[in-house]
């Protein structure tokens, strides 16, 4: 294994700067750092749904979403390095056929639903939503710095799969989807 840290803190973003991979220091809230905390945020809850998963025994959903883990690690290596490509479009296509399997399963959506009805089918929304918090914030980068590789359209995928994944929660548990319903008209 190569680089490990020995020392957790080291001081030098106490005045609000971090260094990325590549020696440049940016603020903390440039947008590169931005994308990395909401990848990492992502990356964290992601990690509660696993756990919720592996209590549940939902194998299939874990074995397709545990590998999203090291994947958003890798994004975030290369929103840190600039010059470093781990993703690739074979990851992107292995999202595309677990969300094509599964939709399969789950027939069309009819209705809009809410994020709701168990705790690990809100979890999972709970990641989609930031899934699409994370994608937001490196395309915001992206316009002001291009990105290479396949990181938008992973992030992308990504928060698709975790949307038919709370439908797949709800279907093996049993529970029905919770339909939005319309306010009254005045």
Excluded at 110 to 115: R, T
Excluded at 135 to 149: D, F, K, M, Y
Excluded at 151 to 174: H, K, M
Aim: hydrophobic letters at 40%; proline letters at 4%.
């Amino acid at each position: 294994m190569g680089f490990r840290l020995s020392k957790i803190y080291t001081r030098t973003g106490d005045k609000g700067e971090t260094g990325l991979g590549d020696g440049r220091r940016v603020p903390k809230d440039h947008p590169r750092i931005e994308a990395i905390g909401e990848v990492d945020s992502l990356n964290s809850q992601l990690g509660v749904l696993l756990a919720g998963l592996a209590e549940q025994r939902l194998d299939e959903l874990s074995e397709v979403l545990a590998p999203c883990q090291h994947r958003l690690f890798d994004l975030g290596g290369e929103l840190a390095m600039p010059a470093y490509q781990a993703l690739n479009n074979a990851e992107v296509e292995r999202l595309e056929t677990a969300i094509d399997r599964w939709n399969e399963e789950l027939g069309p959506l009819e209705n809009f639903i809410l994020p709701s009805g168990s705790l690990l089918i809100a979890q999972a929304h709970v990641c989609r939503s930031l899934a699409r918090s994370a994608e937001r914030r490196c395309q915001q980068l992206n316009s002001v710095e291009p990105l290479a590789g396949v990181g938008l359209a992973y992030i992308n995928r990504l928060s698709d799969l975790l949307f038919v994944a709370a439908r797949l929660i709800a279907r093996r548990q049993g529970v029905a989807e919770v339909l939005w319903q319309a306010a009254a008209k005045p």
